[in-house]
């Protein structure tokens, strides 16, 4: 299994970027990199996601390094809703889907 | 609307009995998953089924029974042998899973399951 690392908490200030940083040293060559956020009993949503380049939608931007061994989530701008646990996930080849214990994300205003 | 739907929202169990929690998506999707989240953890996965008539257990399979005998269905029955069942239960769904799939997961809005 392509297991994540996160730091267990970061705190940001309203209206600064944030920078989400993710270790994924056994992901595979083929596995993507996902990002998704969970508010208190919700299910998750979709971020973003990418194999090796940099990407960007309305949400956020994911950074991936060159070696694949980590990736970044940048917020750009953050607001009080970005307030969330946020998982960073890799695709195993046998089809689970793995967790980690994800980044609780608080924002001061 | 496209999604995924759970039922019930809320669900007690008495101890010794089992239960079983819907999920329904509309989104043609192919691969379905069970997830057990307790209160401040991450997601664990129990059951994922790939394609109809075939599901294989997860992590934390134990205590717990799947089918997906419908595309667009995929229920999970808590047995009795699943000895603390009080968590908050998420089904999700993807269009394909396979060494190149980069395919978004949807996930259902919850359910909670209490055992009194």
């Known amino acids: 299994d392509a297991k994540t690392t996160q730091p267990n908490s970061m705190e940001s200030n309203e209206e600064e970027p944030v920078h989400l940083p993710c270790n994924h040293s056994?992901?595979?060559?083929?596995?993507?990199i996902h990002w998704y956020r969970q508010l208190p009993s919700q299910g998750p949503e979709y971020v973003i996601h990418g194999l090796t380049s940099n990407v960007n939608n309305r949400m956020a931007s994911l950074a991936i390094a060159e070696d694949r061994k980590s990736s970044t989530l940048i917020l750009h701008r953050a607001t009080l809703r970005d307030a969330a646990v946020y998982y960073c996930?890799?695709?195993?080849?046998?089809?689970?889907?793995?967790f980690g214990q994800g980044t609780e994300l608080s924002v001061k205003p | 609307d496209g999604g995924i739907t759970q039922s019930p929202k809320y669900l007690f169990r008495k101890e010794g009995q089992n239960v079983t929690l819907s999920c329904e998506q509309n989104?043609?999707?192919?691969?379905m998953y069970w997830y057990r989240q307790d209160p401040g953890q991450g997601l664990r996965l129990i059951y994922y089924s790939q394609i109809v008539n075939d599901f294989q257990k997860g992590d934390i399979a134990e205590g717990y029974s799947v089918s997906r005998e419908k595309k667009e269905s995929f229920p999970l029955t808590v047995t009795s042998a699943q000895k603390n069942p009080t968590a908050f239960y998420l089904c999700?769904?993807?269009?394909?899973?396979?060494?190149?799939?980069?395919?978004?997961?949807?996930f259902g809005e919850g359910s909670w399951l209490t055992v009194v």
């Open positions: 056994t992901i595979s060559g083929t596995d993507y």
């Open positions: 989104l043609n999707h192919d691969a």
């Open positions: 999700a769904s993807s269009s394909g899973t396979g060494p190149y799939s980069g395919n978004t997961i949807y």
């Open positions: 996930m890799a695709y195993n080849q046998g089809g689970k889907l793995i």
